[in-house]
C-alpha cells in the first residue's frame, strides 16, 4: 500500500510540480472548494452522499458504511475504479484525497490498488492542503516585503504587475477586475477557490524568490471585496501598512484603455458566449453596471450616463463603431471615479515610493525589486 502524503513539506512540493489531484468528494463539496488540476470523480455521488449521511444520523456509523457499500457497488463500483484509473493513467504523478483523508480516500485507493493501480492518497484530504495554504497566505504576511501599485482607473496597473516578476495579479485570480464594471461574464470563484489559487500564486513566487528574502511581492492597491470574493483578514492588513507605488497617466490613456477593456475586450467576450444574445448581454451588463453606481452619482449625472451610453450601444449594435463609448468613460472618470481616488489617497496619507507614467514605474519597480533583494 502507498503510504500517504502529510508533510507539510510535501505538500509544499506537490503544489509547486502543478500536480494533478483525483478528488473523490462529492459534486456539491468539490463546488464549494477545489484546486488547479484537480479533477472531481465521487466516491459517492451527491444523492448517495445524502442518503449516507441520513442514515448515519439515525442508525449509526455502521449501518451508514453498510448502506455505502451497498450503494456503490456491482457495475455502479467498476465503472467508478474505471474513471479513476483512467484519470491516473492520464495524470502521472496523480495523488488521491477526500475530504479529511477518511474512508473515502481510503477505499479509493485500496479499489484502485486492488485493479492494479497504485496512487499515493493525502492524509488529511482536502481540508490538510488548504490549511496548508491559508498558512502560507498568512506566513507572507508577516514575513514578505509588499509594495502596492496605485493609480487612477484606467492607468494600467494590472498590466503592470502582469509584467513584474514578483506580480501578485489579485483580480485574475477573482475573476473581476474589482470596480462596479468589473464583473466578468463567467462569474466570480469561490471564496476558497479564490484563496487557494492565490496562495499557490504566492507560494510558487516566494519559492523563485527564496534566495532573495527582500525582493517584495507587488500588488494592486484593492479594495478588500474584488467582485464576490474578499481579500483574506492577514494579507490585508499587510497590504493595508505596505508602501505604494503610484501611476501618472494622461485622461486620454485612461480612456483609452477602459474602451479597450471594458467595451472591445467585454464585447467579444460575451458574443464568443452567446453569438445569439452576445450584444444584447453585454448592453445589460454595461447598464447594469451603471445603475450600481447610482446612490453615488446622484439622479441628474445618473441620467445623462445613461443616455449617453444608450446612444453610444445604439451606434455599436448598428455600425461596430464604438468610439461614441469615449464620452461617458470620459465623463464617468472625470465625475466620479476620480474625485473618489483623489479623496481615498488623501484620506491614506501614504506617501508614494515612486510616482511616475507607466513606463517609468515599471522601470522603477523592477530597479527596486533588484536593489531589495541584494540588500536583505
Given at each position: 500500500?502507498?503510504?500517504p502524503i502529510?508533510?507539510?513539506?510535501?505538500?509544499r512540493?506537490l503544489?509547486l510540480?502543478?500536480?494533478?489531484?483525483?478528488?473523490v468528494?462529492a459534486e456539491?463539496?468539490?463546488q464549494?472548494?477545489r484546486f488547479?488540476?484537480s479533477?472531481?470523480l465521487?466516491?459517492?455521488?451527491?444523492?448517495?452522499?445524502?442518503?449516507v449521511?441520513?442514515?448515519?444520523?439515525?442508525e449509526?456509523?455502521?449501518?451508514?458504511?453498510?448502506?455505502?457499500?451497498?450503494?456503490?457497488?456491482?457495475?455502479l463500483?467498476d465503472a467508478?475504479?474505471?474513471?479513476?484509473?483512467?484519470?491516473?493513467?492520464?495524470n502521472?504523478?496523480a495523488?488521491l484525497?477526500?475530504?479529511?483523508?477518511?474512508?473515502r480516500?481510503?477505499?479509493?485507493?485500496?479499489?484502485l490498488?486492488?485493479?492494479?493501480?497504485?496512487?499515493?492518497r493525502?492524509?488529511?484530504?482536502?481540508?490538510?492542503?488548504?490549511n496548508?495554504?491559508?498558512?502560507?497566505?498568512?506566513?507572507?504576511?508577516?514575513?514578505?516585503?509588499?509594495v502596492?501599485?496605485?493609480?487612477?482607473?484606467?492607468?494600467?496597473?494590472?498590466?503592470?504587475i502582469?509584467?513584474?516578476a514578483?506580480?501578485i495579479?489579485?483580480?485574475?485570480h477573482?475573476n473581476?477586475?474589482?470596480?462596479?464594471?468589473?464583473?466578468?461574464?463567467d462569474g466570480?470563484?469561490?471564496q476558497?477557490d479564490f484563496e487557494?489559487?492565490?496562495?499557490?500564486d504566492?507560494?510558487?513566487?516566494?519559492?523563485?524568490?527564496s534566495?532573495?528574502p527582500?525582493?517584495p511581492?507587488?500588488l494592486?492597491?484593492?479594495?478588500?471585496a474584488?467582485g464576490a470574493?474578499?481579500?483574506?483578514?492577514?494579507?490585508w492588513?499587510a497590504?493595508k501598512?505596505?508602501?505604494?507605488?503610484?501611476?501618472d497617466?494622461p485622461?486620454?490613456f485612461?480612456v483609452?484603455q477602459?474602451?479597450?477593456e471594458?467595451?472591445?475586450q467585454?464585447t467579444?467576450l460575451y458574443?464568443?458566449?452567446s453569438?445569439d444574445?452576445g450584444?444584447d448581454?453585454f448592453?445589460?451588463?454595461?447598464r447594469?453596471?451603471l445603475q450600481?453606481?447610482?446612490?453615488?452619482?446622484?439622479?441628474v449625472?445618473?441620467?445623462?450616463?445613461?443616455?449617453?451610453?444608450?446612444d453610444?450601444?445604439?451606434?455599436?449594435r448598428?455600425?461596430g463603431?464604438?468610439?461614441?463609448?469615449?464620452?461617458?468613460?470620459?465623463?464617468?472618470l472625470?465625475?466620479?471615479?476620480?474625485?473618489m481616488?483623489?479623496?481615498?489617497?488623501?484620506?491614506?496619507?501614504?506617501?508614494?515610493?515612486?510616482?511616475g507614467?507607466?513606463?517609468?514605474?515599471?522601470a522603477?519597480?523592477r530597479d527596486?525589486?533588484?536593489?531589495?533583494?541584494?540588500?536583505?
Amino acid at each position: 500500500m502507498t503510504l500517504p502524503i502529510t508533510a507539510n513539506t510535501a505538500f509544499r512540493a506537490l503544489f509547486l510540480a502543478d500536480t494533478p489531484f483525483l478528488d473523490v468528494r462529492a459534486e456539491a463539496e468539490f463546488q464549494r472548494g477545489r484546486f488547479p488540476g484537480s479533477c472531481n470523480l465521487p466516491i459517492l455521488n451527491d444523492p448517495e452522499r445524502e442518503r449516507v449521511g441520513t442514515c448515519y444520523k439515525r442508525e449509526g456509523q455502521a449501518a451508514a458504511v453498510a448502506l455505502g457499500h451497498d450503494l456503490v457497488s456491482g457495475e455502479l463500483r467498476d465503472a467508478r475504479i474505471r474513471g479513476w484509473a483512467d484519470f491516473v493513467r492520464s495524470n502521472p504523478g496523480a495523488h488521491l484525497y477526500c475530504w479529511r483523508g477518511g474512508m473515502r480516500s481510503q477505499l479509493a485507493q485500496q479499489w484502485l490498488a486492488a485493479a492494479g493501480v497504485r496512487v499515493p492518497r493525502i492524509e488529511g484530504g482536502y481540508k490538510a492542503l488548504r490549511n496548508f495554504l491559508l498558512a502560507e497566505i498568512d506566513a507572507c504576511a508577516a514575513e514578505q516585503p509588499l509594495v502596492l501599485i496605485g493609480g487612477r482607473t484606467g492607468s494600467a496597473k494590472t498590466p503592470l504587475i502582469r509584467a513584474l516578476a514578483s506580480g501578485i495579479d489579485l483580480e485574475h485570480h477573482a475573476n473581476h477586475r474589482g470596480s462596479s464594471f468589473g464583473r466578468m461574464p463567467d462569474g466570480s470563484p469561490a471564496q476558497a477557490d479564490f484563496e487557494n489559487v492565490l496562495a499557490i500564486d504566492i507560494l510558487r513566487k516566494r519559492a523563485r524568490l527564496s534566495g532573495t528574502p527582500g525582493t517584495p511581492l507587488f500588488l494592486e492597491d484593492e479594495s478588500r471585496a474584488i467582485g464576490a470574493v474578499h481579500m483574506p483578514q492577514a494579507l490585508w492588513l499587510a497590504m493595508k501598512a505596505a508602501p505604494v507605488a503610484l501611476v501618472d497617466m494622461p485622461l486620454a490613456f485612461r480612456v483609452d484603455q477602459i474602451l479597450r477593456e471594458y467595451v472591445h475586450q467585454m464585447t467579444a467576450l460575451y458574443e464568443a458566449r452567446s453569438p445569439d444574445t452576445g450584444f444584447d448581454d453585454f448592453a445589460t451588463y454595461l447598464r447594469d453596471s451603471l445603475q450600481r453606481l447610482a446612490r453615488r452619482l446622484g439622479a441628474v449625472r445618473l441620467d445623462a450616463l445613461r443616455a449617453a451610453l444608450d446612444d453610444a450601444l445604439a451606434t455599436q449594435r448598428r455600425s461596430g463603431d464604438c468610439e461614441a463609448h469615449r464620452a461617458w468613460i470620459e465623463r464617468l472618470l472625470v465625475e466620479y471615479y476620480d474625485p473618489m481616488y483623489d479623496y481615498q489617497l488623501e484620506k491614506q496619507q501614504r506617501q508614494p515610493l515612486f510616482r511616475g507614467d507607466w513606463d517609468a514605474v515599471l522601470a522603477w519597480a523592477r530597479d527596486y525589486a533588484v536593489h531589495a533583494g541584494r540588500v536583505s
